[in-house]
């Protein structure tokens, strides 16, 4: 039975962390707290005397804290002088961080953390983070932890040339095999065909990889051969590997020999099965991750040797590089279908959008959307209300990548509906929360998925605007004279669907404003995407205030609609130059020409 404590957490994990320094490895227990009532925090640095107590002069005396807040473990660094670095090494390639002050970090199995910079001697305070499931069973090794030094016990090291002839050339064999294949399930069986040729002391040889997440291992080949296929039974049946050894070879990284394995205080596991002698390495990408571990026992007299160790260290680096290789053809697949099907869905997506700008008497109209990816959330629409009126508007779904592109695509059917049957601007976005509310977040689910919109309804005869927002950045006027006004900025409203109950709606229900547009005019809708891009020093292109950068653009810019969005892109892609865009850019620009003459009603 999973054994949990009051908040539900699994027990059958173990937690803890590998402090390792120039004066070696020690481990500290964090499953106290987990348990109701148990301490929810460890300090860590050169003062933390009850705690993980640091020596490198690169960490601090107070340099940070391990907290559990029930469900998660974070890592807070708490005004370190060197700075704490995160690196995770999950995925391609390993990623390191440096941890932002005061700010919790969630902690993952295998998770390692470095203390500061390596000081003047090279030294350097590590510390690895472990929250596996527990492996039941004694664990009386008596090994000494070394995570960069190979551990060898009770060697009987002598140099055969003959056997290392045969072994080296069964390397090369093993080379083209891993150099051929890039399945990594069919590289595995014709390894381990070559396996008994390169140690024939050998009686089972296994090839393991790691579980992601765990601290299990699971079988991706093997091979049995004389007394040991019959002890081991089928070769369907489940192989055994020792705790021990699993901790020396995948999480210390280490080579390992083990001889005269009767002498010895073993797994009980291992000793049932009459092993003498195992030699075990871990099978290391070129990227630093460890992807497996590589073992061959034997139940003979005629034991292992460091020079068989040595062959096996060799053979395994070979099968760490083969099965990245392996592991990059396949994300390399995987991301050309991906791209494939992301550029279809581009290409549909890009069907929603207006096939251009209005061609209105007396009126100009420009447009641009940029995705972020293959496909957005963005949406800008023109729907022609009646003989009098168009709707102009901006929409932005929370996110961007697929799954607003599909809210996008409702979105952009719903919305016109909605303009044609309501007629009103606040009715119609009163009319899109009640539709997509239920949709997007239905009761009891955990969602937080909405939309943000710019509406407005132009009177096309004598200019008059009947605007409204929902959560959206405010509409921008540019009058003829450079001078901005804000129409929407102190209108109450509240972004599409995001629900906080009928008191938060009553509170927040939609108004509308009206304004009056004149020759030579420019009223400017966007998405927050373009003001909130930063240049290269993490600096906004607008700001949600004082619109900086952005603002300056509008007002200086001499002309008409096109004129002013030109201008804007222009500088915008002068400014983001060299930085990462995160999101959708949306501009709508439109106004009176010079000559438009308005007419009363």
């Not at 014709?190 to 997440?213: C, D, H, S, Y």
């Not at 099978?283 to 160790?309: H, I, N, W, Y």
């Not at 697949?333 to 209005?358: T, Y």
């Not at 929409?395 to 303009?419: F, P, R, T, W, Y």
Request: net charge negative.
């Amino acid at each position: 039975m999973v054994e949990s404590n009051a908040w539900g957490t699994d027990l059958t994990t173990m937690a803890y962390v590998k402090l390792l320094n120039q004066s070696g490895v020690r481990e500290f227990d964090l499953n106290d707290m987990k348990l109701v009532g148990g301490p929810k925090e460890k300090r860590i640095g050169r003062n933390a005397v009850d705690g993980i107590h640091t020596v490198g002069m690169g960490s601090s005396g107070a340099h940070g804290v391990i907290r559990f807040d029930g469900r998660n473990f974070t890592i807070v660094d708490e005004g370190s002088r060197n700075g704490t670095y995160l690196k995770r090494r999950r995925g391609v390639p390993v990623r390191e961080e440096r941890l932002v002050l005061d700010r919790p970090y969630v902690l993952q199995h295998g998770d390692e953390l470095e203390l500061g910079r390596p000081d003047h001697s090279g030294h350097l305070d590590r510390i690895r983070f472990y929250d596996g499931p527990i492996e039941i069973g004694p664990d009386n090794s008596s090994a000494v932890e070394n995570p960069q030094a190979e551990i060898v016990l009770s060697v009987l090291d002598r140099t055969d040339s003959d056997n290392l002839r045969a072994a080296f050339d069964g390397i090369l064999k093993i080379s083209r095999i891993l150099a051929t294949h890039l399945q990594i399930e069919e590289m595995a069986k014709e390894l381990m065909e070559q396996m008994p040729i390169v140690f024939p002391k050998g009686q089972r040889f296994m090839l393991f990889a790691t579980v992601p997440n765990t601290r299990f291992l699971r079988l991706l080949a093997r091979k049995s051969k004389g007394r040991r296929k019959l002890l081991s039974g089928d070769e369907d049946d489940d192989p055994t590997y020792s705790k021990t050894i699993y901790r020396q070879v995948v999480e210390e990284r280490s080579a390992v020999i083990y001889t005269d394995m009767g002498n010895q205080n073993m797994a009980a596991s291992i000793m049932e099965m009459e092993i003498r002698s195992i030699i075990c390495a871990p099978v290391e990408a070129p990227d630093g991750r460890v992807l497996g571990m590589l073992q061959v026992d034997t139940d003979q007299r005629d034991r292992f040797m460091k020079s068989d160790l040595d062959v096996l260290k060799v053979i395994a680096q070979q099968v760490g590089a083969a099965m990245q290789m392996a592991e990059l053809h396949s994300i390399a697949l995987l991301q050309a279908q991906s791209q494939s099907e992301m550029k279809h869905a581009g290409e549909i997506a890009s069907m929603f959008l207006p096939r251009g700008v209005p061609v209105v008497e007396g009126f100009e109209f420009w447009a641009d959307y940029q995705p972020c990816e293959e496909v957005g959330g963005d949406f800008y629409h023109f729907t022609k209300v009646d003989s009098d009126r168009l709707a102009i508007g901006v929409c932005d779904v929370v996110g961007h990548g697929v799954s607003a592109a599909l809210i996008m695509a409702n979105l952009s059917g719903e919305l016109k509906n909605m303009i044609l049957t309501q007629r009103d601007p606040c009715d119609t976005l009163e009319r899109l929360d009640a539709v997509f509310t239920p949709i997007l977040n239905p009761p009891d689910s955990l969602n937080c998925r909405f939309f943000t919109i710019s509406l407005a309804f132009l009177n096309v005869h004598d200019g008059t605007m009947q605007v409204t927002n929902g959560g959206h950045p405010y509409l921008v006027i540019r009058r003829a004279d450079g001078k901005l006004e804000f129409p929407d900025r102190e209108l109450s409203g509240r972004a599409i669907a995001m629900d906080f109950g009928d008191d938060y709606k009553e509170l927040n229900r939609f108004e509308t404003a009206t304004v009056k547009l004149n020759p030579g005019d420019v009223a400017v809708y966007y998405s927050d995407g373009l003001i909130e891009a930063d240049d290269i020093h993490r600096k906004p292109f607008g700001g949600l205030e004082d619109l900086r950068t952005f603002g300056d653009v509008v007002a200086r810019t001499e002309g008409g609609p096109k004129a002013v969005g030109q201008a804007i892109m222009k500088r915008f892609k002068e400014f983001t130059a060299g930085a990462k865009i995160s999101d959708d850019v949306t501009l709508v620009c439109f106004g009176p020409k010079p000559d438009f003459r308005p007419v009363s009603a």
